[in-house]
């Protein structure tokens, strides 16, 4: 499956990936890695987001798989480039992650969900937003991963 044929499949569905904890931004990650990048065994579990990008390297799995790119401000990421966002007062601890579908200079088109929105919409017993389509500047970015060749 190529990046737009996921677009396709998920978009405006929850995507619930390990069937905890509802429809997280990690599980799209983890359902992109399987279905686009076609890597079966997934990279360590997290306890957020960020850790993606902040443990990268005491994750030996992670870190055969995929090069962490820092984001230094000339940089722009690629499409299917995995963005990490550090945490910040919405996100808590957890920080973010989603995938990239267009970047320029001032900001990125992404494809994401709301862990802590549908996390809160679970327990109300309301419905989950599912992936969906959003633009972010480059504040918080920490950085990104992008498969190994």
């Not at 798989?65 to 007062?89: D, E, H, S, W």
């Not at 973010?96 to 970047?103: L, N, T």
């Not at 992404?110 to 599912?130: H, M």
Request: glycine share 10%; charged share 25%.
């Amino acid at each position: 499956m190529n990046h737009q044929e996921f677009i396709v499949k998920y978009l405006g569905k929850p995507v619930d990936f390990d069937g905890r904890y509802g429809a997280q931004c990690v599980d799209l990650i983890r359902m992109y890695i399987k279905d686009v990048y076609g890597i079966s065994l997934q990279p360590e579990g997290v306890e957020g987001a960020q850790e993606f990008y902040t443990k990268h390297d005491d994750r030996p799995r992670q870190k055969a798989l995929f090069n962490r790119i820092t984001y230094t401000g000339n940089l722009q990421p690629p499409q299917g480039a995995l963005l990490v966002f550090g945490a910040n007062k919405d996100n808590g601890y957890y920080g973010h992650i989603a995938i990239c579908h267009k970047a320029d200079h001032k900001s990125i088109t992404v494809y994401e969900q709301d862990g802590i929105a549908n996390s809160k919409a679970l327990k109300d017993g309301r419905p989950q937003k599912g992936m969906y389509e959003n633009t972010w500047r480059y504040d918080n970015l920490l950085g990104w991963l992008i498969p190994k060749e």
